[in-house]
C-alpha cells in the first residue's frame, strides 16, 4: 500500500488550525494507521493510532481521523512546538510497513 | 522505560557490507507481540521500511531491498542487527532501529520507542 501526504509544505501561523492529509494506494483498515511527529535531529515520535487514538502524552489538540482511503491529522490551535514533519504510517497484519513521504509544517 | 540504542561504523566504503547494532534495555528482544525493526532516512528525505524481526526470530523485508538485508536476533545480548550487502552511495542515511507494537487482541499497531538514529556514509 502507498500512501500519499498533501500538502508536501504547510505554512500556518501560531494559533491557526492545520489539516494534514494521507491518502492509501488501497482501502486500509484504520487500526494500521499511524501518524507521527518528527522534529530536525530527532527520531520521529508516535501521536496517533488507529486512525484516531492519541499516544499517551499527546496534546488533544492532535487528532485523527478517516476511514477506507482518506485519512486526515488536525492540530487545532498550532503552538510553537508543533512545527515539524509529519508521516502517516500503514502496518497491516505484518511487515512490510511503509510511510507517507510526509508534511512539513512551518511558520508562516 | 524501553531504550534503543544504535550502534556501528559511521562510514562504509562502496560495495561493502554495512553493519549495525541495536541494543535494547527495558524489555526483551524475545518476548511479547514485537517486531523489532530497521528504517532509514537519507537527508532531508523520508523514512524507509528496511525490516523487522518478531520475538521468535520471523523476519520480513522491504522487497526493494530483500536482496541484500539480513536481520538477526541475538537473544544473549538483547540486541537485534543489521546487515545490508553491496552498498552503495545511495544507501547513505541515518538509520533508526525502533520497536513496532503488534496487540493483535487490543488491534493496536504502531511504532512505540526509537533509537536516536546513527548517520552511516557510504563513501571510499
Known amino acids: 500500500i502507498v500512501l500519499t501526504q498533501s500538502p508536501g509544505t504547510l505554512s500556518l501561523s501560531p494559533g491557526e488550525r492545520a489539516t494534514l492529509s494521507c491518502r492509501a494506494s488501497q482501502s486500509l483498515d484504520s487500526s494500521y494507521l499511524a501518524w507521527y511527529q518528527q522534529k530536525a535531529g530527532q527520531a520521529p515520535r508516535l501521536l496517533i493510532y488507529g486512525a484516531s487514538m492519541r499516544a499517551t502524552g499527546i496534546p488533544d489538540r492532535f487528532s485523527g481521523s478517516g476511514s477506507g482511503t482518506d485519512f486526515t491529522l488536525t492540530i487545532s490551535r498550532l503552538e510553537s512546538e508543533d512545527f515539524a514533519v509529519y508521516y502517516c504510517q500503514q502496518s497491516g497484519r505484518a511487515p512490510p510497513y511503509s510511510f507517507g513521504q510526509g508534511t512539513k509544517l512551518e511558520i508562516k | 522505560q524501553v531504550q534503543l540504542l544504535e550502534s556501528g561504523p559511521g562510514r562504509v566504503q562502496p560495495s561493502q557490507t554495512l553493519s549495525l547494532t541495536c541494543t535494547v534495555s527495558?524489555?526483551?528482544?524475545?518476548?511479547?507481540?514485537?517486531?523489532w525493526t530497521w528504517i532509514r532516512q537519507p537527508a532531508g528525505k523520508g523514512l524507509e521500511f528496511i525490516g523487522s524481526?518478531?520475538?521468535?526470530?520471523?523476519?520480513h523485508y522491504n522487497p526493494s531491498l530483500k536482496s541484500r538485508v539480513t536481520i538477526l536476533l541475538d537473544t544473549s545480548k538483547n540486541q537485534f542487527s543489521l546487515q545490508l550487502n553491496s552498498v552503495t552511495a545511495a544507501d547513505t542515511a541515518v538509520y533508526f532501529c525502533a520497536r513496532f507494537v503488534d496487540y493483535y487482541d487490543l488491534d493496536e499497531y504502531y511504532f512505540d520507542f526509537w533509537g536516536q538514529g546513527t548517520l552511516v556514509t557510504v563513501s571510499s
Open positions: 527495558g524489555a526483551s528482544v524475545s518476548s511479547g507481540n514485537y517486531y
Open positions: 524481526i518478531f520475538t521468535s526470530g520471523s523476519t
